[in-house]
C-alpha cells in the first residue's frame, strides 16, 4: 500500500515523512534542489527547570475557598499567581536542520513520480532526464539506527551534485567537512547539545569537499548515511553518532535495506484493512492528491479512507519505537525552532489520542515508549505532588517537555490547573495490560498507579453534598457561564475528572487483585471509587460537562471532555448505562450543531463516540469531514492556526483508533463484529484487529454481513473465560477448543 504523487512537494507540509522512532525527516522530492527536513527527538531547548510555584500551598485553601463561594474571576485571579509555574513556560522541540542537495542541470524532467510504501517504510523519487532514469530511495533504519539515501542513475547520464547541512539560516556553531564526511554540532550549553553528521559512498565518480559542501562528480550510484545524536543520550555523542554511520557504511546500502525491510514490515503487515469492490480499490491508480480532491468534490473512495488509516500506523510506527520518546503533538516531524504549542506532550488529549491506535491497531511495542515517558513523569510528579499539594503521591498538569516536568504550564486558566493529566495517562497501563497479558508489565508500572491514587486520596475534598471530587477543576479547555452571566472555568469536580478518577481506581483495583496485593489497597480505592458524585443529565437532556448545569461560553467548543466515559473511557455504554449514554449523544449532537470538530483531533474522537452511539453515517460523514477539511494533500493532519494550518499527529492517530471502533467493539467478554459500519464501506475484510485478553481478529463483509470471521489467541489472556461474540444480529460463544467449524447461516467461522 502506498501513497504517490505526480509533482514533487511544494512545501514541508507536502513532503513525505520518514522515521524510526528516533530520527525522522520529509522530502520534498526535487529533482534540481532536494531539500530533506531532519529532526531527531531529543533536540529540545534549555536545561531542565524547577518550576514549582513556592506559593502554592500557602494560597491553594484560599483558591478552594473562593470557587466554593462562587467568587469564580477572584479564584481565577489568585491560581494565575499563585499556581502558575515559574517560570511559567516549559521547553520547546525543535527541528535538527536541513539536508540541501543541488544537482547538476541536465535536461527536461519526464515521468515523475514520488511515493511513500507504508508496508516498506520507504520514501521513493523517480524521474526521467533524456535518456537516464533517477532514482533516489530514503528509509530511517530502526537497525542501524541512522537514516539512509540511495541515488541511482540507469542510462548514459551521471550523479553530479553538492550536499550540504544547514539549520534554520544557519544556527550551528560549527560546521565542516572532510573528503567523504561532513557535519555539524550545536552547543546547547547547560541544556541539549548535538551532532549531525554525513557519510558518502560513490560508485564510480570520485567524491570530495569544499568548504562545508560534499561534492559528488559522475556517479552511477550514490548513497549518504546520515545520522544525529544528543547529548541528552551520549555524553560521546559526536563519537557515537559517526560509529553509527561508520558501521552502516561497512554494511552498505543493499544490506541495510533489506535489514530495514524486513525490520519494518514485520510491524506494518500485522494489520491489513480493506474497503470497496474491486473496482473500487482501483482507485489507487491515481495520485493521492488527486483522489483526496476528488473525495473533496463528492467522488466516492472507500480505498482512500483504508489508506489513511494505514497511514496513521505508519505514523505511530515511524515515531514511537525502541528508547525513543514518545511521539509529541508533531509525532517527530518538525521544521522549526518555535514550533506551534512548542510541539510538546500536550496530555489532556493529545498525547493520549496518539496512542490509542498502538494497542488495537497490532503496534502494541511502539506503546512502550509512552510507558517509559510515564515513569519518569511519575518521579517528577512526586516532587510536585508534595511541593504544590501537600499530597503524597504524584500528579502532572496539561502538558509536558523532554524532562517530564509536571508543573503547570502556561498563564491559560481553561487548562494550567488541571490535575489529571497523569491519571489519564496511567489509565493506559491496564490497556495495554488486558490486550497482552503482559503481567511483569503491569508489576513493573504498578507504581505509577499507586502513586496516582496515592494523590487523590488526599487531594480530594468533600462537596457539600458530601460526595469526594477535585477542587482546583477545569473541564480542559472549556468556559462556562455562571446564572449571573458570568464566565469562568476553575471549578469543582468537573465531569471529566470524576470520570478519569473512575476509570483509573477501577483499573487499580482490577491491577491489585490480578498482582495479588494486600487487600487494604483494593479497599481505599474502593472507598474512593464510591465516594465520587454520579454523572448527571442536564436540563437540555445532555450529560452534564460540571457538577452545576452551566450554560457554555463556545457550545461548539473543540474539547468534548464529558464524553470520555463512552470513548475512550469504559464507563457509559448503551448496555450498562442506557440513559447516560443518550444524553452523551445529545452532548455531541449539540456540540456539532454549534460548530464542533473543526479540529482534527477533534474530529477524530467524534468518529470515535459516533462508532459507540452505533451511528454508522455519522461516522462516514465525520471521516468525510476530516479528510476533506482537516488533511493535507500528504495526508497529514491539519490544525487551524491564525490564518493558516499547521500539522499535528493526533488527528491521524486518533480516525486511525476510530476506524478500528467502527469495525469492533470489544469489552472483556464480549466482542461485537461492525457495530458502526458505514453504507460506503459495505464490503472490505481486515485482517491483525487486536482485541483485549490477547485475541487477534480477521474478518471479510459483504453487503454490510459478515461472511468470514476468525479469532486467534496468541498472547496470554487477562482472564480464561467465556467470550461472546456478536455476529450478524446473533450472539455466540467463541469455542477456543475447536479449530473451525463450518455453519448453515453462510458466514465460516474459525476459533
Known amino acids: 500500500m502506498e501513497m504517490w504523487y505526480e509533482q514533487p512537494a511544494g512545501k514541508w507540509d507536502e513532503a513525505l515523512p520518514v522515521g ?129 539515501l540511495n541515488m541511482r542513475a540507469e542510462g548514459d547520464m551521471i550523479l553530479s551534485f553538492s550536499c550540504h547541512f544547514e539549520r534554520c539560516h544557519n544556527r550551528t556553531d560549527e560546521v565542516w567537512a572532510d573528503g567523504t564526511n561532513a557535519g555539524f554540532f550545536v552547543d546547547g550549553g547547560a541544556g541539549i547539545s548535538f551532532f549531525a553528521g554525513i557519510a558518502v559512498d560513490a560508485k564510480e565518480g570520485d567524491v570530495y569537499s569544499i568548504g562545508e559542501h560534499l561534492l559528488v562528480d559522475g556517479a552511477k550510484e550514490v548513497t549518504l548515511y546520515i545520522d544525529i545524536e544528543t547529548s541528552f543520550r551520549e555524553v560521546n555523542f559526536r563519537e557515537t553518532c559517526m560509529k553509527r554511520l561508520e558501521k552502516a557504511q561497512k554494511k552498505g546500502w543493499e544490506q541495510c535495506l533489506a535489514e530495514h525491510i524486513r525490520d519494518f514490515s514485520s510491524l506494518s503487515g500485522r494489520m491489513q484493512l480493506m474497503f470497496g469492490t474491486k473496482r473500487q480499490q482501483e482507485a489507487a491508480s491515481y495520485p493521492t492528491d488527486k483522489r483526496l480532491n476528488m473525495l473533496k468534490n463528492g467522488k466516492e473512495d472507500p480505498a482512500l479512507y483504508a489508506l489513511y488509516f494505514q497511514y496513521g500506523r505508519y505514523l505511530l510506527l515511524s515515531s514511537s519505537r525502541g528508547d525513543s520518546l514518545p511521539a509529541n503533538l508533531q509525532g517527530i516531524w518538525n521544521n522549526s525552532l518555535t514550533p506551534p504549542w512548542d510541539s510538546k506532550f500536550t496530555i489532556n488529549i493529545n498525547t493520549e489520542m496518539n496512542y490509542w491506535i498502538a494497542e ?13 515517558f510515564l515513569k519518569r513523569i511519575c518521579e517528577n510528579g512526586r516532587k510536585t505532588a508534595r511541593e504544590m499539594y501537600g499530597c503524597n503521591g504524584s500528579v502532572a498538569h496539561h502538558n509536558s517537555d523532554i524532562y517530564a516536568d509536571t508543573a503547570p504550564q502556561d498563564f491559560y486558566i481553561p487548562a494550567s490547573f488541571w490535575v489529571m493529566g497523569e491519571a489519564w495517562m496511567a489509565t493506559h497501563i491496564w490497556e495495554h495490560f488486558v490486550y497482552t497479558g503482559d503481567k511483569a508489565f503491569l508489576e513493573e508500572n504498578f507504581q505509577v498507579l499507586q502513586a496516582c491514587v496515592d494523590f487523590f486520596q488526599e487531594f480530594l475534598v468533600r462537596a457539600e453534598d458530601g460526595t469526594l471530587i477535585t477542587s482546583p477543576s477545569v473541564s480542559p479547555e472549556n468556559t462556562y457561564i455562571m446564572k449571573n452571566g458570568a464566565r469562568g472555568c476553575l471549578c469543582e469536580g468537573a465531569v471529566m475528572d470524576m470520570e478519569i478518577l473512575t476509570e483509573l481506581l477501577q483499573d487499580y483495583i482490577k491491577a491489585c487483585k490480578v498482582l495479588g496485593k494486600k487487600p487494604e489497597l483494593k479497599k481505599k480505592a474502593e472507598t474512593i471509587l464510591e465516594g465520587l458524585p454520579p454523572l448527571k443529565i442536564g436540563k437540555y437532556g445532555q450529560m452534564q460537562e460540571w457538577q452545576e448545569d452551566y450554560e457554555e461560553a463556545e457550545p461548539g467548543h473543540r474539547h468534548i471532555s464529558h464524553l470520555y466515559g463512552v470513548y475512550p473511557g469504559h464507563q457509559i455504554s448503551w448496555e450498562k448505562t442506557p440513559e447516560l449514554m443518550q444524553a452523551a449523544e445529545i452532548s455531541l449532537k449539540r456540540r456539532l450543531a454549534a460548530g464542533g470538530g473543526h479540529t482534527g483531533w477533534s474530529r477524530a474522537w467524534i468518529i470515535g463516540l459516533w462508532a459507540h452511539f452505533r451511528d454508522s453515517q455519522k461516522v462516514y460523514e465525520n471521516l468525510q469531514a476530516l479528510l476533506c477539511g482537516s488533511t493535507f494533500d500528504n495526508l497529514m493532519d491539519n490544525h487551524p492556526m491564525g490564518d493558516g494550518f499547521v500539522f499535528q499527529i493526533d488527528g491521524n492517530l486518533g480516525a486511525a483508533a476510530a476506524m478500528i471502533e467502527m469495525l469492533v467493539q470489544c469489552e472483556d467478554d464480549h466482542i461485537r463484529l461492525l457495530p458502526a459500519l458505514p453504507d460506503e464501506f459495505s464490503e472490505g475484510k481486515a485482517e491483525g484487529i487486536r482485541l483485549r485478553n490477547g485475541l487477534v481478529l480477521s474478518m471479510e463483509w459483504k453487503n454490510k454481513k459478515v461472511t468470514d470471521w476468525k479469532l486467534i489467541k496468541d498472547r496470554l489472556a487477562v482472564k480464561d473465560e467465556k467470550v461472546f461474540v456478536l455476529v450478524n444480529g446473533k450472539l455466540e460463544e467463541a469455542n477456543y477448543e475447536k479449530g473451525g467449524e463450518k455453519r448453515d447461516d453462510g458466514c465460516n467461522k474459525t476459533v
Open 360 to 372: 488495537s491497531g497490532n503496534l502494541s511495542e511502539c506503546h512502550l515508549p509512552y510507558f517509559t
Open 20 to 148: 524510526n522512532g528516533r530520527l525522522g525527516a520529509m522530502i520534498c522530492g526535487r529533482p534540481e534542489r532536494e531539500t530533506i527536513w531532519l529532526n531527531e527527538d531529543s533536540i529540545w531547548s534549555g536545561k531542565p527547570l524547577n518550576r514549582i510555584n513556592p506559593d502554592a500551598p500557602k494560597y491553594l485553601p484560599q483558591i478552594r475557598n473562593l470557587i466554593r463561594q462562587g467568587n469564580i474571576a477572584e479564584a481565577e485571579n489568585l491560581a494565575l499567581k499563585a499556581l502558575a509555574g515559574t517560570p511559567n513556560s516549559e521547553r520547546t522541540y525543535e527541528s535538527a536542520g536541513e539536508l540541501y542537495l543541488e544537482f547538476q542541470k541536465q535536461g527536461e524532467v519526464k515521468n515523475y513520480r514520488r511515493s511513500l510504501n507504508l508496508e516498506k517504510g520507504i520514501c521513493s523519487v523517480q524521474y526521467e532526464m533524456e535518456d537516464t532514469k533517477y532514482t533516489r530511495t530514503m528509509l530511517a533504519s530502526f537497525p542501524e539506527q541512522v537514516m539512509i
